[in-house]
């Protein structure tokens, strides 16, 4: 370990040579069951009970389905990759994220006892109090039953309402309980919510009874630094983890940063340090006295300060000392006392740990625990047990998985894996036959030619709908839910308020082998189902196939049903109703870079106006450049969210999250890939949508792709330049643009390579182009070219605009200056000169040059109002800006005419948005018409890119995601607890805000790094 003074408390945690001799503090615990994660409220992973001299496996059980991990990618959110089991009474008690189930299994032979249901994924180890198991769910409760036979004593809401949310793939409480409970002196603590924004809920109940004690709601949305330096925001604490108990500090695992601290006897606030720690957290916590470990950091329990660093793998907490395994060893360390001179020599005393030995292992601990004198620990199929004294091998064993899960008790060792199987090992002198129990499925548990079969069939047939959500609301006994299931791959949450009904139900899919996997039966109202707005592909109702549709809850379906294409179907065979919802009206589109062709930043939504709350989260596969180069924003039309990574180009439900289709392209944002802050704030996007298509560019090719299906239509090439001396073309394919039926490109200028702005790393500046020197139209009908430009001088990306059938442009003479990085040893020259250019304005269809002006054009870009028309002219003078951006001018131009209407001096530091008849920057807002200034009480704190907006909102980065309402006008918002892109990655379109993950290779601990879609609280 690594010592760091604490010269407040005088302080030093430090490794001591080794020597002869060693603490003989007597183990304070005595032999019990292992009732909890890791054994205890401390997490330690330490018990007394020992293991027999010579281990055999007794039993193996396996479930029908693997774990279904929450965060499958994150290396520092792991909680939930097995199902992690606990024992007490000669039972084995686990949950199960798939089906959201609780299970009882006999310790000796592994017979099934009891199981019980939750309404969600069941991600955390319950933990045994008494007569009865505490139990968390994604569906937001705190469950106690009883240990003997799994019935219900009681159970706790953690959030305020039954509102759900698609979490991670699932339908769930919008404040899934996942911070998993503890229990100390006859009160269990637990906490429910991961979004600090739509409010973390932490409580202290009762054991007995499930009453509070007391209750925190308000320590999501505290004001204070966020991980990045000089970042503030209302953004606090989140629960995700295991909670442990530290004295009178309950620490609370805040997702992907370190632990916070609350008084445990008040549930008063005390501590988290998330901009201290900007690069640690999450994993496993573990309290060693007024001590506890995360991340490979120790702190001080008292006051959250770090005092030492650690190996960082996983450690368990002796009384008198630590092991830890890291980097394929295994270390065990005592505690020690000494003395020791500080800085002006006076003797201080300081607490350490002395290395007593450490050996190699042949296979790198996944999972660590001590029972009695044994180490045992998991690997990627291995299993192995050495001696605490002296770190000799004692025994090992295979198993199929990564045994993440260790549990001793009653001499028998429980291991669980990543596939889904839970191993017990006792003594191999008392061996029953091993047994292998698995979940096996039934053929169908339904009869094959029903009512349901049929409707089902014809709903397929006539809807075509195979994949995403549905809801089948008034299930039954889940048979038309069973066979939609055997035809499509839809996710189906089927929601009955017969508790007889949801009981059938969930026993017949789970003999189905279909139960959690593909389906999921709630008990609730079927006229408030708090399912989430607008995400079903599909809705039905299995009892409208049988009963009719006279009690059916029609308006709730609908509420239920997804915009552009979502479906209702309900009714008997052969009277099969289906209504088809299309687009909501005032549902707006971000087809381009910046919004539209116009570059106006603004979107024509309407619908987001308001306080945000989560619709759906979820992480996807999918490798995007690095924040630091800048990728192309995200796009939206007709319901689909389209987003763009290293290799290609994903395409996504924006409704729900499922993904609709990837498409190809290796390396196509491969140069973005670095830390050199350019990328499409200087190359401007390299796809954008237009009608029912994607367009998307790579090299000198442009490929045009069917929304719906990603599959290729046309590709067209950069075309010969029309001057008969050109060479044979081999010029990039440039800047990128639809408009009425035509698709406008450029040939760019492969000389003209500007510097890095930030660092020069393992992107690549001379694919990272940002001028032209021709630009042309195809008909995207015929694809025929239709016409060429040549330029004059050059033409900078982001001087393009096009609105009205008309594209305008700067044509002007290169800053061969910003080629150079410039910096204070290397300063641009104050004789550097960027020439000013003209102005000028082409018909779509044709390319006819309609008007030029060369009066002054000294902006490097342009934006267009076709409402107001209106030419916005100005510079882009953001954070790690090029040399020629120097900002401090606005100007507006007649769109007709070219005539100029104002100019201003103007200190703003964005790149200028149009919201209507105004002009907004960082730095102010001035009437479209008259330049004259308006009120804009906008102030952000850090946060690199530029704003988005649409008619009554706007969107940034403000240490967190930050939101403007321009009806209230007076202070920002957040959105907290993730970590925004460096240009655009949160567009206001289709009534949602949309954000798909633009944190690649960031370090800072954000409580989530997540794709997410936000709805305003009034659609709820």
């Known amino acids: 370990m690594r010592a760091i003074r604490n010269r407040a408390a005088g302080v030093l945690l430090f490794l001591v040579t080794p020597g002869v001799g060693i603490f003989s503090t007597a183990l304070s615990l005595s032999a019990a069951d292992w009732p909890t994660y890791r054994a205890d409220a401390q997490r330690s992973g330490f018990t007394t009970d020992g293991l027999p001299e010579k281990l055999a496996q007794h039993w ?346 260790l549990a001793v008790s009653g001499s028998h060792l429980v291991v669980s894996t990543d596939r889904g199987n839970v191993y017990t090992f006792g003594s191999a002198a008392k061996s029953p ?89 709630l008990q609730r109202p079927l006229d408030q189902t708090h399912g989430p707005n607008k995400v079903a592909n599909l809705v039905v109702s299995g009892r409208s196939v049988t009963e009719g549709i006279k009690e059916l809850p029609v308006q709730e379906l609908k509420r239920l049903q997804r915009p552009y294409g979502g479906h209702v179907c309900y009714g008997k065979p052969g009277e099969l109703n289906i209504e088809r919802r299309d687009a909501i009206q005032g549902a707006g589109e971000w087809t381009h870079q910046y919004a539209d062709a116009a570059n106006t930043l603004c979107s024509n939504d309407k619908l987001v106006n308001g306080q945000l709350s989560m619709l759906w989260y979820r992480d996807f596969d999918f490798v995007i450049p690095s924040r630091h180069g800048r990728g192309p924003a995200p796009l939206f039309s007709k319901g689909r969210l389209f987003h763009e990574g290293n290799d290609g180009l994903i395409a996504v439900d924006a409704y729900n999250g499922h993904e609709l289709w990837r498409f190809q392209i290796e390396g196509v944002l491969a140069a973005y890939d670095g830390d050199e802050l350019m990328g499409a704030s200087g190359t401007g996007s390299n796809y954008c949508l237009g009608g029912d298509f994607v367009f998307i560019r790579h090299e000198q090719h442009c490929f045009q792709l069917d929304a719906a299906t990603g599959k290729v239509v046309h590709t067209f090439d950069v075309p010969q330049s029309k001057d008969p001396k050109a060479k044979a073309n081999k010029q990039p394919w440039g800047y990128i643009a639809w408009h009425d039926g035509m698709l406008i490109g450029s040939a760019a200028d492969p000389n003209h390579v500007v510097a890095y702005r930030y660092r020069d790393t393992t992107g690549d500046m001379s694919k990272q182009l940002t001028e032209s020197n021709r630009l042309f139209a195809f008909d995207t009908k015929t694809g025929k070219l239709k016409w060429q430009y040549e330029s004059e ?29 410039e910096s204070k040893r290397n300063p641009i020259p104050k004789t550097a000169k960027h020439a000013t250019g003209q102005l000028l304005c082409l018909s779509i269809h044709d390319g006819y040059v309609l008007w030029k002006n060369k009066e002054d054009i000294y902006g490097t870009m342009i934006a267009v109002s076709a409402e107001n028309d209106a030419l916005l002219m100005s510079y882009q003078p953001t954070s790690f800006r090029l040399s020629s951006e120097k900002g401090g001018r606005l100007s507006v131009f007649n769109s007709s005419t070219g005539e100029k209407t104002w100019e201003a001096k103007a200190n703003y530091s964005s790149r200028p948005l149009i919201n209507g008849k105004t002009v907004y920057a960082q730095g102010g807002a001035w009437n479209l018409k008259t330049g004259k200034p308006q009120p804009f009480n906008f102030k952000r704190s850090y946060g690199c890119g530029v704003l988005a907006s649409c008619e009554n909102m706007m969107f940034f980065r403000s240490a967190t995601l930050g939101y403007f309402d321009f009806n209230k006008n007076s202070s920002i918002e957040n959105y907290g607890g993730v970590r925004p892109g460096c240009w655009i990655n949160a567009i206001p379109a289709g009534g949602l805000v949309l954000v798909p993950d633009a944190s690649a290779a960031c370090s800072c601990s954000y409580l989530n790094k997540s794709w997410f879609a936000l709805e305003t609280q009034s659609a709820q």
């Open 793 to 821: 001088d050059s033409i900078r990306h982001n001087a393009i605009a096009i609105a009205n059938e008309k594209l305008y442009l700067i044509d002007r003479p290169l800053a061969d200056f910003d080629r150079t990085k």
């Open 60 to 405: 193996r059980h396996q479930d029908a389905h693997s774990p279904q991990p929450a965060w499958p990618r994150s290396t520092r959110l792991t909680y939930d990759r097995v199902n992690h089991c606990v024992i007490a009474d000669g039972r084995v008690f686990f949950g199960d994220s798939v089906s959201g189930k609780v299970q009882a299994l006999d310790l000796k032979m592994g017979k099934p006892i009891w199981e019980f249901f939750t309404e969600g994924p069941v991600r955390f180890a319950p933990t045994v109090w008494r007569d009865r198991l505490l139990v968390t769910s994604d569906d937001g409760f705190l469950y106690a039953l009883r240990v003997d036979d799994g019935s219900l004593i009681w159970k706790h809401r953690g959030g305020p309402n039954a509102q759900m949310a698609v979490g991670n793939e699932r339908v769930i409480s919008k404040w899934p309980a996942r911070g998993a409970a503890a229990v100390v002196e006859g009160v269990v603590y637990y906490a429910a919510g991961i979004w600090p924004s739509d409010g973390i809920y932490l409580y202290a109940l009762n054991a007995e009874t499930g009453k509070p004690v007391w209750s925190n709601t308000d320590s999501g949305q505290i004001y204070m630094p966020q991980p990045h330096g000089g970042a503030n925001a209302n953004s606090g604490i989140s629960a995700q983890g295991y909670l442990a108990i530290a004295g009178d500090h309950l620490l609370v695992p805040a997702g992907r940063a370190v632990p916070a601290s609350m008084n445990r006897l008040t549930g008063k606030f005390e501590y988290f340090h998330l901009q201290k720690n900007r690069a640690q957290g999450g994993g496993d916590t573990v309290v060693a006295g007024d001590l506890f470990l995360n991340s490979g950091v120790v702190f001080k329990a008292a006051d959250g300060e770090a005092i030492a660093k650690s190996a960082g793998g996983p450690t368990v907490a002796l009384p008198d000392g630590l092991v830890e395994a890291s980097k394929g060893k295994v270390t065990r360390y005592q505690w020690v006392e000494t003395e020791n001179p500080d800085r002006k020599g006076k003797l201080v005393r300081s607490k350490g740990l002395k290395q007593v030995w450490t050996v190699k292992q042949s296979h790198p601990s996944a999972a660590l625990i001590i029972a009695g004198d044994k180490i045992v620990s998991g690997s990627d199929g291995f299993v192995e047990v050495v001696d605490l004294e002296s770190g000799k091998p004692f025994w090992s064993t295979s198993v199929e998985g990564v045994a993440y899960g």
């Open 433 to 521: 036959a091993s047994k292998n129990n698995k979940t096996e499925a039934v053929t169908s548990p339904y009869p094959a030619d029903s009512a349901a079969a049929k409707v089902a069939a014809e709903i397929v047939e006539r809807t075509k709908i195979d994949k995403g959500y549905c809801f089948d609301v008034g299930c039954g006994d889940g048979a038309l839910a069973y066979e939609l299931a055997n035809r499509t791959q839809l996710r189906i949450v089927a929601i009955e308020s017969d508790p007889k009904l949801v009981a059938l139900a969930r026993q017949k899919l789970t003999a189905a082998g279909v139960y959690g996997s593909r389906v999921m039966v």
